[in-house]
């Protein structure tokens, strides 16, 4: 996308400096544990996430975002921890809370769906979530996750959500949004009919050229979101995150990435940029197993996130 507002040099170089800040404030209490959030320049303990929720994000004008992740919503049987049934009255809770807060756009950060034997039962898994889903605003995007194409193609999953690209930018209140998509094998097939391990997600060259050319084209606060982490060497980290990093950084504004996949909360700081880890919705049973978040986003690309149930609170600032 071209012709985005921007912001001046020297406000960017501001803001900037203002999150480096923090990011040496992360980097001197050393890795970021994932039952920690900030206040101030100091670690907080906090419990799991509020018996019930409320509307507790601030005031400061900015874009709202309500955020989801790890749905796996399919008709199956319990399988350790995974209580697939659960999904669509949790994602009930979530909607009533996010068509109460007034959110300017709604993000499902990657498997929405999980795997089924048939390319029918999928797409029914599919639409039975997404209906729901869509109901909560019409400003939404999704990250696909790879779950999503277990059985499905790309092409079959975007036609169910009615979206024609798995990656792309967009803009709203002088925020830059980008959607990536890592759901390709180390030889830059895309995933699709149970052609992949999911040990083995990629950014292909492609999609690294558009980020470049995207990141160049832009002077606007940026926020990232991800199925696949970014942030890590095991198996839920993109094989080729450094490099994905190494672009987001010659940015010089991307404020922070958001994620799923490996279902915890987690938060960690790399390269001036934050990398936060949303808990999975299909985990545990019962309402108090719930998990979804909001986020706010001020003009100048500062960010505080308000969990429920056992989505963690994040400040990705310092108190002044």
Known sequence: MTGRESLTDKAAIERRAFIKDGVLMLSALGAVDSSTCFAGDQPVIKPSGADQPQNRVGTTPGVRVGMVTDLHHADKDVAGNRFYRETLGKLEEAAEYYQNSHIDLMVELGDIIDAADSVETERRYLAEINRP??????????????????????????????????????????????????????????????????????????????LKGDLQNNKNPVVVFAHQRLDVTDSHGVKNAKEVRSILESGDNVTAVFQGHSHKNDLRSIGGIFYCTLVAMIEGSGKENNGYSMMEVSPDGSIALRGFRKQLDRDFTRAS
């Open 133 to 210: 889903f869509s109901a909560i605003s019409t400003d939404r995007h999704y990250v696909l996750g790879n779950h999503c194409v277990d059985t499905l193609t790309k092409e079959e999953f975007l036609a169910g959500i009615k979206r024609e690209r798995s990656y792309y930018s967009f803009d709203r209140k002088g925020i830059h949004f980008i959607v990536l998509d890592s759901c390709f094998r180390s030889d830059g097939i895309a995933y699709g009919r149970r052609n992949f391990q999911w040990t083995d997600p990629n950014i292909p060259p492609e999609e690294l050229e558009w």
